[in-house]
């Protein structure tokens, strides 16, 4: 076996993990009783999905995933800055 395989049957289990915490938050999104809980499951969402898009890119060793990623959490970021002026009542 090569590294990259074995490397790959490391990752994948802890990528089906954050998967499952991703369902979690959506459960969450959804029943969430206050506009809050449902921004703070989003963000939660968001942050997940940077960190499978990074594991994909150390299981793959492709660098083109962490460039998405690091874009993806910059607009995440600012995404949650305005949800969070919005619900604050500045906006």
């Given at each position: 076996?090569?590294?990259?395989?074995?490397?790959?049957?490391?990752?994948?289990?802890?990528?089906?993990?954050?998967?499952?915490?991703?369902?979690?938050?959506?459960?969450?999104?959804?029943?969430?009783?206050?506009?809050?809980?449902?921004?703070?499951?989003?963000?939660?969402?968001?942050?997940?999905?940077?960190?499978?898009?990074?594991?994909?890119?150390?299981?793959?060793?492709?660098?083109?995933?962490?460039?998405?990623?690091?874009?993806?959490?910059?607009?995440?970021?600012?995404?949650?800055?305005y949800i969070a002026k919005y619900l604050g009542g500045e906006m």
């Amino acid at each position: 076996m090569s590294g990259v395989w074995i490397s790959l049957d490391v990752w994948f289990p802890v990528v089906g993990i954050f998967l499952v915490f991703i369902a979690l938050c959506t459960v969450r999104l959804f029943r969430g009783p206050t506009p809050a809980d449902r921004a703070v499951a989003v963000d939660t969402v968001n942050t997940l999905t940077v960190a499978i898009m990074v594991l994909l890119g150390v299981a793959y060793q492709q660098i083109i995933f962490v460039d998405v990623a690091i874009v993806y959490a910059v607009l995440s970021f600012v995404s949650t800055l305005y949800i969070a002026k919005y619900l604050g009542g500045e906006m």
